[in-house]
Structure formats: C-alpha cells, structure tokens
DNA sequence: TTCAATCTGTTGCAATTGCAACACACTAAG
DNA sequence: CTTAGTGTGTTGCAATTGCAACAGATTGAA
C-alpha cells in the first residue's frame, strides 16, 4: 500500500526510456511531497502551476459551496494526475480543492515546461506532450462519465451505472469501489440513508450483491 | 445568425497571423461542413480523427442509454471546439454523439496535425498546441461546472447553480440561455413539468424573474 | 394564411428521496 | 483494554419529484 508506482508505469512517461526519464525529470523542475490522511493539497483559489502525480495513495477532488455542503466532483488513484485542467491555463487558477485521501505521496512538474517547448530541445519533449493531450481528453472523458452517471433518473440508475463503469474499468464482473459509503453518497450526490436503503432494496431485490466494498450485478 | 465567425477570433488560433493562418490551414488539413438543425454530425461509436470548430450555431452532445433515454451532456457555440476530446486520444473513438442544435457550419482540422509536432517545423505550431492545452483544460473545467450544478440536492439549486454559472459566464445579472425549457429539463436531468412547476413557485417567491429565455437572480 | 406538430405550463396523484433519530459496528488513540 | 469518534444500516415521516393528461402557445411548412 505504501509502495510507490513505478515512474515507467506512470502513463505520462509512456514511451520515454529510463535514461531519458532521469533527465526529463531534471530538465523539467519536479519536486516530491507527502500528505497526511486528510491533508489538503491544493486549495480553492491556490495559484496551481504544477501537475500532480499520484506516487502512492489516492487524491479527492472536492467543491464547497456557500452553505457549507460538499461535493466529491471526482478522485484520482496511482499514476493519474490532478490539477492538470488549471496547469495548463494562462491563469492556472484552481477552482476546486484537492486532498489527499489517504497517506500519499505526489510528484509535482511545472506545467510550462511540458505545454511550450523545451529551449533544450528535447527529444523527448515531443513524446511527453503527445502523452498529455492524450491524458487531457481522458481526463475530460471521465468527466463525462461521471455526468453520464449522475444524470441518472433515480439512486438506483445512478448506483447501476456507477458499477458498470467500474466493472469496465476494472474489466470484472466483481468490482471493488476506493469509496466509503459515505463518500460514495457524496460522490452520487444522494443522500446517504437513501442510498443503503436503496441498495439492500436491490439486493433483496437479487440485482446486485455486495459485501463491504465489492460489488457484483447479477 | 447565419453570419459566421471570423477566424481570429477562434480562440484556438489566437496569437497566430492572419497570414500564417492561411498557411496553417493549409498544413493542417482542413475542411469545412454544414448541418441541418438536428442533423448527427458525430454519431457515437464514430472515429473521430478530427477536432471540430463551430463557425456558426451551435452543437450539442448527447448520450443515450439502452433504454431510450436521451441526455444533454453539454453543448458548444460559434468559435468553440468539439469532439477534440475524444480526437486527440489513442485510439480517437467518439462515445457520445454530436448533434447540430440549429443550422450549423463546422471547421474540421487534423488532430494529429495539431498533437504532433509539424514535419514542416511551422512556427506556428508551437502556438496552436499552446492554445490547444488551454482548451482542452477549459472544456475539462466546464465539465466539472456541469458536474457542481447536477451535485445540487434538488431542481432549485440546479437551476440556481446554472443561472450562476451563465451570469458568470455573460458577465451579466441578465442572462440568455440557448437552451428550450425542454432541453433545460434534459441538460439538468430533471422532469420537465417539475422544472416549471418549480420556475412558477420560484418567481412568485420573488427569488428570480424571467421571460422566455432570459433569466434573472434577484 | 392555415394547419399539424411540437413546446410549454398546469395540476392531482403516486413514487422516490431527504431528514432526523437511533443503535450498532469499527477504528484509532490513550 | 477502554473509550471517544466516526461510519453504517434502519425506519417513520415529510418534502420533493416524476408521471400522465390536458389545454393553450408557438413554430414551421405548405
């Protein structure tokens, strides 16, 4: 659980050899950081010219709004970024917060040197832009996915949904969710009460079944 | 209506010379298209090697489920892009589909002439992959606009949240909105008839006012 | 203009959801 | 081990929403 991915695993490297790697890293200002259970990474308004990636751990994307009810917008896991969508701005200015969701540690890389191109150059400047257009429309995708869950008539199509789309991503017919139910309601944006209620009502009901945090539909 | 926009006020070709631009185009293969109102310009399951520019109208994205049910998952005017989500990835396969809201003209560029880097070695390239990252940041970040307004517990606070969204977006206490109250209803996920029941019950509390298409917080 | 098709607002009723309160797990710190 | 804090499932009740049916308004084509 605490190990970290390794950097040839991370899909923003993709493609780039080893040698090469060390010298990116070099070339474009990167830093590594640690944060608590809890911790906040970014917060609303913060000024955020770095992309995040997630080395270990997994990181929650949350707006609050004026009456203090927050939402879970999204969370990225090992290997994926965040922060990203504000990094490549002119004014790369947050809008959400981000926070470390359990122990977890994060590379930072300055935006700037990966969006223009390197003075230096680099071969493998070229390589690395390509993989974050590539990231960026992913990123947006699931964006859409999450709005294509969400636009679900009923807590039921929304839940229904939300396991399909994990058992596509996690190619099982048995899924395992990275969310308490608590944050899960969150993430939905139902209430939590209505969400248990519904979901022993779909496995009295012998739709689904689950256990703790795999789910299965039947 | 019918007039297009001009091509330097393209966000995707800011900074870049009207005389380059001819050159651009030229390099960037590129092609022009006009659809009927409710003509499918991108159907989904569609390969989409091609980034689209609306030069008048506008385009919505839809998804439909297995059981009929249509979603407005968002919706792009004159000078925006779309479909560059899906183009600049691996394998450019589109999972929504692209609908002409009213008649429309289309630009379609080469996204892999934008992603990688030109054989020709323009120099202006360098200028629209920039301006490209900025997009695909911005549609990122409405996407995640989308998913706040939809997180809100019930119609009012969607429809709050969205007249938010617009004034902010127009600069304006007064806003337009492009949508029919149906589509609204589709683009918010919610019945219909409880959105304008719920509109009434709203303007006779004093908490908005509108007309047809314009709206007002007050 | 005329007419058909579609959009819009309204309302009563049924279904779903949110709320609040509670008991019981589970977790982490002392 | 103990204990406080938090997460989870349950339930009755109230509020919100969806549904269906309808009438009037608007639109677009002939």
Redesign the pocket.
């Known amino acids: 659980m605490e190990k970290e991915i390794e950097y040839k695993n991370i899909p923003l490297f993709e493609g780039i050899s080893e040698e090469n790697l060390t010298r990116l890293l070099y070339c474009i200002n990167s830093f590594k950081r640690e944060y608590e259970k809890g911790e906040t990474i970014i917060l609303e308004k913060d000024k955020v010219p770095y992309i995040g990636i997630v080395l270990s751990g997994s990181v929650h994307m949350l707006k609050n709004d004026i009456w203090g009810n927050s939402t879970l917008l999204s969370y990225v896991t090992e290997g994926e970024l965040f922060g990203e969508n504000f990094a490549v701005m002119k004014i790369p200015e947050s809008s959400v917060t981000f926070q470390a969701a359990s122990h977890t540690k994060v590379l930072f890389l300055a935006a700037s040197k990966i969006i223009h191109t390197c003075e230096n150059a680099c071969s493998f400047h070229a390589q690395i832009a390509e993989n974050m257009f590539n990231l960026l429309g992913r990123k947006s995708i699931s964006f859409m996915n999450k709005i294509e869950i969400m636009s679900k008539?009923?807590?039921?199509g929304k839940l229904l949904a939300y396991i399909s789309m994990l058992a596509q991503q996690q190619k099982s017919k048995y899924v395992i969710t990275p969310l308490?139910?608590?944050?899960l309601a969150e993430y939905l944006?139902?209430?939590?009460?209505?969400?248990?209620?519904?979901?022993?009502k779909m496995r009295d009901e012998g739709i689904i079944d689950f256990d703790r945090d795999t789910f299965v539909i039947k």
């Open positions: 008539e009923n807590i039921r308490s139910r608590t944050q944006s139902v209430n939590r009460s209505a969400m248990t209620r519904e979901l022993s």
